[in-house]
């Protein structure tokens, strides 16, 4: 009965020790995603901030006496921050906030169920989204007056500042985090340095990947995962990878690095002898320290756009795509493919 009662109470310490292993990774897993998700909404925030800083910057030259946009002249303010709206739509600026505001949306849902240690940096991330997500609403056209509006911004910006702040305190997020300087004429500062992501231009940066947020928690341990150390150097990535047969026929993708871990990458296919071509031009990504970038394009030919993930390997680039709706007989292709170096 004794050695029976000794079996059972180490059948139990046994499974007790698995569990709270698996909790420990789960903890692990969900602050990553957190911490990931932080990142992303801190990197947004500040671009939508440029944005709303520009609107105040034109509404106060059209009441002073006028201000020229993309070569049209007004003192009538209501019609310049009309014209100003629509220059951020042709950069593609609105698109991409837009965009990258639904990926945190998904996100955040994703991270609705805390572990019990991880409740009050979820609580001051969802303050965050709260602030994030009316910056970006002001981004995509300003309401009440100057005065009001001036106002609202500033307040969001010290929110902001002070959720960040908090936030860092329990897990540290400048790492992910690098000087972004703004190339724009009225904004030609380091705005919130810490909290941007480098990029040759602010309105084209993407943010940091999210690791897993959405997706279920691994099986693999974080500590058994192996790192590239390829990141460290990415130059040896620039140029053109692709899966073509000798005829030309396939798919390729095109990765030009910039600086640090910024570049441009562009997805190509072609038939064959390469009798029709399609790409979808250049895309900015900024990878992460795993050597991945998320990114959106659109198909020259059929107009598609989509959404992909680029991962740097050891000799070889992989690539996941999933276009937004169903593919065409000549379009860009949906799915995972590896690519080798062109010669």
């Not at 940091?208 to 693999?220: D, N």
């Not at 390469?274 to 020259?300: I, Q, R």
Request: aromatic share 8%; glycine share 6%; net charge negative.
């Amino acid at each position: 009965m004794k050695k029976n009662l000794i079996v059972i109470l180490l059948i139990a310490l046994v499974a007790i020790g698995g569990f709270v292993g698996w909790q420990q990774y789960s903890k692990n897993e969900y602050s990553n995603n957190l911490k990931n998700v932080m990142a992303l909404m801190i990197t947004e925030s500040t671009k939508a901030q440029e944005m709303t800083e520009k609107y105040v910057s034109v509404w106060k030259q059209a009441i002073d006496g006028g201000v020229e946009i993309d070569g049209q002249t007004t003192d009538d303010f209501n019609y310049a921050l009309n014209l100003q709206v629509e220059s951020f739509k042709k950069q593609g600026k609105l698109d991409k906030v837009n965009n990258w505001r639904k990926e945190v949306d998904k996100a955040m849902q994703s991270l609705n169920n805390p572990p019990s240690d991880m409740k009050k940096a979820y609580e001051i991330a969802f303050e965050f989204y709260g602030s994030y997500s009316e910056l970006v609403k002001q981004a995509n056209f300003p309401s009440g007056t100057l005065l009001e509006f001036s106002r609202k911004i500033n307040e969001l910006a010290s929110n902001i500042d002070k959720q960040k702040s908090q936030f860092n305190v329990l897990i540290e997020i400048d790492d992910l985090l690098t000087a972004n300087v703004s190339n724009d004429g009225d904004n030609n500062r380091n705005s919130n340095s810490a909290m941007n992501q480098t990029d040759a231009t602010p309105e084209e940066s993407h943010p940091p990947t999210l690791s897993t947020p959405g997706r279920p928690v691994s099986s693999v341990p974080s500590e058994n995962r192996t790192d590239s150390n390829l990141i460290k150097d990415l130059t040896q990535f620039s140029g053109t990878w692709n899966d073509q047969s000798e005829d030309g026929a396939g798919d390729s993708i095109t990765i030009t690095i910039k600086d640090g871990r910024n570049a441009t990458i562009s997805l190509g296919s072609s038939t064959n002898g390469a009798a029709m071509f399609t790409d979808t031009g250049d895309n900015e990504v900024t990878f992460n320290e795993k050597g991945e970038a998320n990114f959106t394009f659109t198909d020259s030919y059929s107009g598609i756009t989509g959404k992909g993930i680029v991962t740097l390997g050891d000799k070889q680039v992989t690539v996941t795509t999933k276009l937004d709706s169903v593919p065409q007989d000549f379009s860009i292709f949906q799915g995972t493919k590896t690519f080798t170096k062109k010669r």
